[in-house]
């Protein structure tokens, strides 16, 4: 796993069901049913892995998961 630019994460949360609910300041969040907090994507050229992956786990999505829905 590796730093990735939070458009492409984005694109990993919306193809998973989520759907992006509001922005302050440099924080986008995006929602989903049956998941309970929030996912927060910052808005950086490189999103760092421990990021990525706290949003997976909060987010239920397992790392083989997360490599399907990057290559799709």
Avoid: C
């Avoid at 458009?7 to 069901?17: K, P, S, T, Y």
């Avoid at 994507?41 to 997976?56: D, G, K, Q, S």
Wanted: glycine share 6%.
């Amino acid at each position: 796993m590796a730093p990735v630019h939070w458009r492409v994460l984005e694109r990993i949360f919306l193809n998973a069901g989520f759907r992006f609910v509001r922005q302050e300041g440099s924080h986008r969040a995006y929602t989903k049913q049956g998941i309970i907090r929030p996912i927060i994507i910052p808005v950086y050229t490189e999103v760092p892995v421990a990021i990525i992956r706290n949003n997976l786990k909060a987010a239920s999505i397992s790392r083989d998961e997360y490599f399907r829905l990057l290559e799709g």
